[in-house]
């Protein structure tokens, strides 16, 4: 009996994971990808978008960036959210690639 609860909890607890929806305002490169529909040149778009125009208010406003139309917003919209955490985990190439993009913040306080 608790083999068979262990391996129903470990079954939701993945289950849960893969659920998980991908903040378009605050996800890398690497979860954006992870996103079924969203590849490098997609992932970059998304990211350059954002930091030309700003956040995005809603997952409709994928439609405004290159390359996203009504049915590319429709497929990814279960698996993305506007202001939310994101939620898809980052592999250690992302991690390092994020902290080479964040400054110090030990840094800017001293200047």
Same mark, same amino acid.
């Given at each position: 009996? @608790? *083999?068979l $609860?262990?391996?129903l909890?470990?079954?939701? &607890?993945?289950?849960? %994971? %893969?659920w998980? #929806?991908?903040?378009?305002? %605050? &996800?890398?490169? #690497?979860? $954006?990808e992870?996103?079924?529909?969203i =590849?490098?040149?997609k992932? *970059? ?5 954002r930091?030309? *125009?700003g956040?995005f @208010? %809603? ?5 405004k960036v290159n =390359?996203?139309g @009504? !049915?590319t917003v429709d497929?990814?919209? #279960?698996?993305?959210t506007? =202001? =939310? #955490?994101? $939620?898809?985990?980052m592999? @250690? *190439? /992302? !991690? /390092?690639?994020? !902290?080479k993009?964040k400054?110090d913040?030990?840094k800017?306080k001293s200047k």
């Amino acid at each position: 009996m @608790k *083999k068979l $609860l262990v391996m129903l909890f470990a079954c939701f &607890a993945f289950a849960a %994971s %893969s659920w998980a #929806a991908v903040d378009l305002n %605050s &996800a890398n490169q #690497a979860q $954006l990808e992870s996103v079924n529909g969203i =590849g490098p040149v997609k992932a *970059k778009a998304i990211i350059e978008y954002r930091t030309k *125009k700003g956040p995005f @208010k %809603s997952v409709d406003d994928l439609e405004k960036v290159n =390359g996203f139309g @009504k !049915k590319t917003v429709d497929k990814v919209r #279960a698996e993305v959210t506007v =202001g =939310g #955490a994101t $939620l898809a985990p980052m592999d @250690k *190439k /992302a !991690k /390092a690639e994020d !902290k080479k993009a964040k400054p110090d913040d030990k840094k800017e306080k001293s200047k």
